[in-house]
């Protein structure tokens, strides 16, 4: 028993010694391109970049190409790029104690602005890498000749808050601008640059160099970076903040690292968008009806007027304004504006305002963005109230006009005056008050002897009128604007007044370039003075020294047709005559009265005697 017990040890280890030197003979088999494909975090990837170790998030994911190559991508690596692919990396079974796949490859991209190497093993499931990364410098430019300031790159905005989990997506503008002192570097700017209530503010990087890398696809490769620019922003304070992207074509791709310092936030910002042309158009139509509106909306700048008459109750004075603007332009807000008491109210589009409320403080301001936001403006909305013209003038009140001084309600051309001493002319005051109050108009010669010139004309007559005196220095009759709004039909024109001419008469005429006069001889100087109802598309527009006795728009006049001399004061009421331009109707037209005195009668000619004196006491309209 004994011994076949000892006959069957002997075979069993017969038999595992046969067996196991049969395992021995067995040839390994050597891992391929697919055994290696995965992806490769945390502890299964040990990376060194430069020969510094890469700790973090760092990732490599092995894509196959084929049975001999492969795509190495890069995430996380290297610096401030978030994936570098190198395609067509080496495959290699190798041997040490056991085989490993051994990879290798490299590429340069422009793009990303890096030439990277990469040397790598896969062992039982872990990757070794070790990376170079050279960083392509690029070849230095004129940035503002290569077309890259003063554009705008409008898209997609991804911004990732460290406290906040979720990506906030936008649209959102990139500014570019040129740098005064380096043109080689850009501005970079993202006006008012918010997220999920928190505004930051604007940001800007001033100096931001940039490099020619290469091209793409026939198109040049700007790459820009800047690293710690630091700024303050309100709602954060001190930010540090890294930039880096690529221009490419009409492309811009940017990302951003926002460190607020003291306020313990970072803000990680991925843009992507292509150069627009935005508009900056805001433009607006605004108008006001109903029977109440005397004048429509007229237009200066941002201000926009619409006119009422001064007598016009307040019930009526309740208007919905309308207001339209370009299609790619946007309107914020309508706020009514209390500027005396500083407070103001929203109102809705197409709401009724009462504009019996809106005293002189008052306006009504529109909001509007245009397409480029960059240019908004705000459009304000006024009522005015026009005074009932009670045409009497008795010469009783004067006034300040500037250096000078005027009958109360009426205006004179005293204003040019005050250019004659530029020239070395030395005239009376063209109208002054006399001593029984009336008001004193003469005409002069005012020919400059040491600054002879085109712009003065050699005789100057006064003259007092009802409008507004603006100076025209290449047109002097231009600056009389003759007319204030009326609406009731004139019949009288009641005057007082005396005249006494100068004895040589002269016209303008020209001599050495210059304005010089002539005599005129057995020309009699005569006074003029007359009132005017004439029409007009809106109370903006006048008639002035031009045209005032030309105009097909006076539909009626009253003419003193006797200049000639009168050494006492005469009292005359002459009545208005139509001129056959057209019928009163002030239900459907609109009209303005002016009164007109001049010293000479042909002063709109530059003719006239020096010297010549015309006294007007008294002026009044009837109706």
């Not at 080496?90 to 602005?113: C, P, Q, W």
């Not at 499931?125 to 003063?150: F, H, M, R, Y």
């Not at 630091?230 to 811009?252: F, P, Q, R, S, Y």
Request: net charge negative; hydrophobic share 35%.
């Amino acid at each position: 028993m004994k011994k076949n017990l000892l006959y069957l040890s002997c075979a069993l280890m017969c038999m595992l010694g046969f067996l196991s030197s049969c395992k021995d003979d067995e040839k390994e088999i050597p891992p391929v391109v697919e055994d290696v494909v995965a992806q490769y975090t945390g502890d299964k990837v040990k990376v060194t970049l430069g020969g510094e170790a890469v700790s973090g998030d760092a990732q490599i994911d092995l894509v196959q190409q084929d049975d001999k190559s492969l795509t190495i991508k890069l995430l996380n690596i290297i610096p401030d790029v978030k994936e570098f692919s190198i395609p067509n990396a080496e495959f290699e079974a190798t041997t040490r104690s056991a085989y490993i796949s051994k990879l290798s490859g490299k590429a340069s991209n422009a793009v990303v602005g890096y030439d990277v190497t990469f040397e790598g093993v896969v062992d039982e499931g872990v990757l070794t890498a070790s990376i170079t990364a050279t960083e392509i410098k690029g070849d230095s430019i004129n940035a503002k000749k290569a077309g890259l300031t003063g554009k705008t790159f409008k898209g997609k905005m991804t911004i990732n808050v460290s406290n906040i989990p979720t990506p906030i997506e936008m649209e959102q503008r990139v500014y570019t601008s040129v740098v005064s002192k380096d043109t080689s570097a850009i501005k970079l700017k993202i006006n008012d640059f918010a997220f999920q209530g928190l505004k930051l503010g604007d940001i800007s990087l001033d100096t931001v160099a940039v490099r020619h890398r290469g091209e793409q696809d026939g198109k040049p490769i700007y790459g820009f970076k800047t690293k710690s620019q630091e700024m303050t922003l309100e709602a954060v304070g001190k930010v540090l903040i890294d930039a880096n992207g690529t221009i490419i074509g009409e492309k811009m791709e940017l990302s951003l690292n926002v460190n607020a310092v003291t306020a313990g936030l970072t803000v990680g910002v991925d843009f992507s968008g292509n150069i627009v042309e935005e508009s900056t158009d805001t433009k607006a139509t605004i108008t006001v009806t109903g029977d109440a509106v005397a004048e429509g909306v007229t237009v200066s700048g941002n201000t926009y007027t619409f006119k009422v008459w001064e007598s016009t109750p307040d019930d009526q004075l309740v208007f919905i304004p309308k207001i339209e603007i370009p299609a790619t332009a946007v309107l914020d807000s309508i706020i009514i504006y209390d500027n005396r008491n500083k407070k103001v109210s929203a109102v809705e589009p197409n709401t009724a305002i009462d504009f019996s409320q809106l005293k002189e403080n008052y306006y009504v301001g529109y909001h509007v963005t245009p397409e480029d936001i960059r240019y908004p403006s705000k459009k304000m909305l006024k009522m005015v109230r026009i005074a009932e013209l009670n045409p009497v003038y008795d010469m009783a009140t004067w006034v300040a006009d500037g250096d000078f001084e005027k009958p109360n309600g009426l205006t004179t051309s005293n204003l040019a005056a005050a250019f004659f001493p530029m020239f070395g002319i030395d005239v009376p005051t063209p109208v002054v008050k006399a001593s029984d109050n009336a008001a004193e108009i003469t005409t002069s010669r005012t020919v400059s002897a040491t600054l002879p010139s085109t712009l003065v004309p050699g005789v100057t007559a006064g003259t007092m009128f009802l409008g507004e005196f603006k100076v025209d220095i290449t047109n002097t009759l231009k600056s009389t604007h003759f007319g204030v709004p009326y609406r009731v039909k004139p019949v009288n024109f009641k005057i007082t007044y005396k005249y006494t001419p100068g004895t040589t008469f002269y016209k303008t005429v020209v001599k050495n370039n210059a304005n010089d006069t002539e005599v005129v001889p057995n020309e009699k100087d005569e006074c003029s003075i007359n009132a005017y109802l004439y029409e007009v598309d809106s109370y903006a527009e006048t008639l002035d020294g031009t045209n005032i006795n030309t105009s097909n728009k006076v539909i009626m006049k009253a003419v003193l047709e006797d200049g000639s001399a009168k050494a006492d004061y005469v009292t005359l009421t002459i009545p208005f005559k139509e001129t056959g331009n057209g019928s009163f109707d002030p239900t459907k037209k609109k009209y303005k009265l002016a009164i007109v005195c001049s010293s000479s009668k042909k002063g709109d000619q530059f003719m006239g005697a020096d010297g010549s004196k015309l006294w007007v006491k008294y002026l009044e309209v009837t109706r």
